[in-house]
């Protein structure tokens, strides 16, 4: 609402430096890389609705034939949700500067992360063991581009979780790490909020 | 908490040492900043090298043995590609983006400096990737720069063994690296600028990258789905795209997928694309027009809000690029709808372009007239964009000279104006030295009339109905010999246009080293830019202390004031009337 208000300035009207007037919502509290990350986040919301929408326009063609989703999926998108709740749990942690918390909360969030990606190899396999090759049909080929391309989004967001581990473990000040612990639990969440909707379309069309 | 900018941390400083760390792995925006310029007028040197041969093949058709028909595909895909993308998308935001948005905000650099050098290396990748592709087996893709699946990736069309391979690989490096770019520049304008900087007091050019880096954030998605998705089909046998064909007397193993889908996602990049390019380009002539009419620009907020609305219409239109693509023609109703309405913003921007100039006290410097060129090019390329975005009109059209005519006027020489009168105008800022003005109006003419020369005349062959992408015309019946002079006379006009743009580059190279010492304002200017203490301008930009603004940067020739420009640090005590006993309140006040 901040920027709808100061688009309408009238910016010869009024002179002076006094920034209380004008311009306030500058800055405070809101670190740039949290606008950063929200403002990657959208970009990646894009990009898989855009898939979304192709898979929708490709699926309206005859030679669609649905692919039974692996019961594994779902214990992948418990071990998804698990996740999440830790990273929730270890942000609260990190705000009160419980190290202890933060240390094995991290480390947990990391290894249910890992448990979810080999899960979903695992996925990958039994499906192209029972036959579902990639190009056999446009509906595999879907499935395995979605769950690939948010595996991948999985795998970069570990980058910054091992990064931010590593301090963590290594005695740095959890005051200092405090904002990535924030924004690996927000990217985690999204992530998360992505895999539901793809989960959901890949299930139920 | 007091309110501290984020470039006044003063633990984000990261001062370079070392030659390396100075000049190639900087982390300086304005380093970064040229980088970016330099790598893509280079690449877009190349571009223009192509064009030429492009053209010399039109004009003289079995003149040139050494160009074939896949040869000159070759050098068409490569020229539009490398000029929309790879030159005017990352010197516009890559470079100008780079170079202002810190400067003209009031910040030290941008707010994540690491991942911005990252950025432009990324971005240098891309074009390896990309110039890598002529020296592969079958040489770079000539599937055309909109790379229309299946053509683009079955036998038969030039490139498609490694070409299109390298180029889809390229354009999703580009992306990644202008994902990185991009969410800086949003981040910096959004939380970087200093004291008495709100939105509404920011210069228009920084409007304008700033909107235009939003639209690329959210329209290159889209092209990055499309690149996977084709590169799936190309070298996974995928039928994302490709139906069932028979290729060369072989059937092919894909089936039943959709061409128009791609079209689709391609386009939903490409017109935004449009954009990403056309508003840092209205952003940075508004500010040189109304820095050399000494003129505060006209209807500031409506130029704000043209940018912001531009910006919105722009990923509604696309589908008028598709008109002859076989889609269901009620969509051309609407298209055609919305692509005549985001016509009014843009004529808002033009008539206030031409107001800020009426009674204006114009000093027709070298910016200034490549500024004035772009108003007439682009008015002229706007208004047949109204002929091409009815459905009616652009269906004979649509295959002909006249769309190369409107859009090379639109978005090929009216963007080139504008980046031509940004680095004439911020040249002295870059380099501390002025450039030779006789030859940057010796520059100037010969582009203005030359490109003149080339695309006029093509709007009346296209009317005449001559086809584009043809390798050569061959005997037709309704084609008068005249159509092939007239072709042959664009092809001396390019070549001229071409060479005169050597004396561009002779006179930035020679002016950097043997230019005369510049004025840190030469132009009287009023944005932050000019009132950096070194000129220059040093890492960190501004020494000690961050300026304080208190006004908008279009303060030219307010009644009662001294000097007939206020800049925007300028405390209002400081500013000298022509009556002593005078109090300084500026326009309205």
Not at chain 2, 230 to 247: C, E, Q
Not at chain 2, 387 to 392: E, K, M, Q, S
Not at chain 2, 463 to 479: S, V
């Amino acid at each position: 609402m901040g920027f709808l208000k100061s688009i309408f300035d009238k910016p010869w009207d009024y002179q002076g430096e006094d920034p209380s007037l004008k311009g306030k919502e500058l800055a405070e509290g809101m670190h740039p890389k949290r606008i950063a990350l929200r403002m990657f986040l959208a970009v990646v919301f894009v990009l898989f609705m855009l898939f979304i929408v192709a898979y929708f326009i490709r699926m309206e063609l005859d030679d669609w034939r649905p692919l039974p989703e692996p019961g594994l999926l779902w214990i992948n998108t418990a071990m998804l949700i698990i996740c999440s709740i830790v990273m929730q749990w270890t942000r609260g942690a990190a705000q009160k500067s419980v190290r202890q918390q933060v240390k094995w909360g991290m480390l947990a969030a990391g290894a249910f992360t890992l448990a979810f990606i080999f899960g979903q190899l695992s996925a990958w396999e039994e499906l192209n063991n029972a036959g579902f090759y990639l190009s056999s049909n446009p509906a595999n080929s879907f499935f395995y581009v979605l769950t690939g391309l948010h595996g991948l989004h999985v795998l970069g967001g570990l980058w910054v979780w091992t990064r931010a581990t590593i301090k963590v473990w290594s005695g740095t000040e959890i005051k200092a790490v405090k904002l990535s612990v924030e924004l690996c639990a927000v990217y985690w969440h999204f992530l998360l909020l992505v895999w539901l909707i793809l989960f959901g379309l890949l299930s139920n069309t | 908490m007091a309110y501290i900018p984020i470039a006044d941390q003063t633990d984000e400083m990261h001062d370079p040492h070392s030659f390396i760390t100075k000049y190639v792995w900087s982390q300086d925006h304005k380093v970064i900043a040229i980088q970016y310029g330099g790598i893509a007028i280079a690449v877009g040197l190349i571009a223009l090298g192509l064009s030429v041969l492009m053209r010399l093949q039109l004009g003289y058709p079995d003149s040139f043995a050494f160009i074939d028909p896949a040869d000159y595909y070759q050098f068409v895909t490569m020229h539009g590609m490398i000029m929309v993308v790879y030159l005017l998308t990352a010197l516009f935001l890559g470079g100008f983006g780079n170079y202002l948005i810190p400067l003209q905000v009031g910040a030290r650099d941008m707010v994540f400096p690491f991942m911005n050098m990252l950025s432009v290396w990324v971005y240098l990748l891309s074009v390896i990737i990309l110039l890598a592709s002529f020296f592969v087996t079958g040489g770079p893709t000539g599937a055309g720069w909109t790379l229309y699946p299946p053509q683009s990736i079955t036998g038969g069309t030039p490139g498609a063994d490694m070409g299109i391979t390298l180029m889809l690989a390229s354009l999703a490096v580009f992306i990644v690296a202008f994902t990185m770019g991009g969410l800086n520049y949003v981040t910096t304008v959004l939380q970087a600028r200093t004291r008495g900087m709100t939105l509404m007091r920011m210069p228009l050019s920084v409007w304008g990258i700033f909107v235009a880096t939003v639209l690329g954030l959210f329209a290159f998605p889209a092209l990055f789905v499309a690149a996977i998705m084709m590169t799936f089909d190309n070298l996974l046998g995928t039928s994302f795209f490709l139906p069932a064909m028979v290729s060369l007397g072989e059937t092919l193993d894909h089936s039943g997928g959709s061409p128009v889908l791609f079209q689709h996602l391609f386009w939903f990049f490409g017109h935004p694309e449009v954009y990403i390019v056309a508003l840092p380009a209205f952003g940075l002539v508004s500010d040189v027009l109304s820095c050399h009419a000494r003129k505060n620009i006209f209807g500031y907020r409506m130029m704000v809000w043209a940018i912001i609305a531009i910006g919105g219409l722009s990923f509604i239109v696309w589908a008028h690029h598709m008109y002859v693509s076989g889609m269901n023609p009620y969509f051309g109703f609407f298209f055609a709808f919305t692509t005549l309405i985001i016509a009014v913003p843009t004529a808002i921007k033009v008539y206030n372009w031409v107001l800020t100039l009426w009674e204006g006290n114009i000093r027709l410097t070298v910016p200034m007239l490549f500024a004035c060129g772009f108003i007439f090019t682009f008015i002229h390329g706007g208004l047949t964009g109204i002929f091409l975005g009815n459905v009616t009109v652009d269906l004979p059209l649509s295959d002909t000279y006249f769309v190369i005519a409107h859009f090379h006027m639109v978005m090929g020489v009216s963007p080139v104006m504008v980046l031509y009168a940004a680095l004439y105008h911020w040249y002295p800022k870059m380099t501390g030295r002025m450039f030779n003005v006789t030859l940057g109006k010796i520059h100037f003419w010969a582009t203005f009339f030359g490109t003149y020369a080339i695309y006029l005349p093509m709007h009346y062959l296209g009317i005449m109905g001559l086809p584009r992408r043809y390798y050569a015309m061959g005997t037709t019946e309704f084609l008068p010999d005249s159509a092939q002079t007239l072709n042959a006379n664009i092809t001396l006009a390019a070549i001229w246009v071409a060479l005169f743009q050597l004396v561009f580059i002779f006179n930035i190279i020679w002016s950097t080293f043997k230019g005369k010492k510049a004025d840190p304002n030469p132009w009287e200017a009023t944005s932050l830019e000019w009132f950096t203490p070194d000129n220059p301008p040093k890492h960190g930009n501004w020494g000690p202390e961050l300026p304080t603004v208190y006004r908008w940067a279009y303060e030219y020739s307010v009644p009662g004031v001294k000097a007939d420009f206020v800049p925007q640090n300028m405390p209002p005590e400081e500013v000298v009337m022509e009556d002593p006993n005078a109090r300084y309140v500026g326009h309205d006040g």
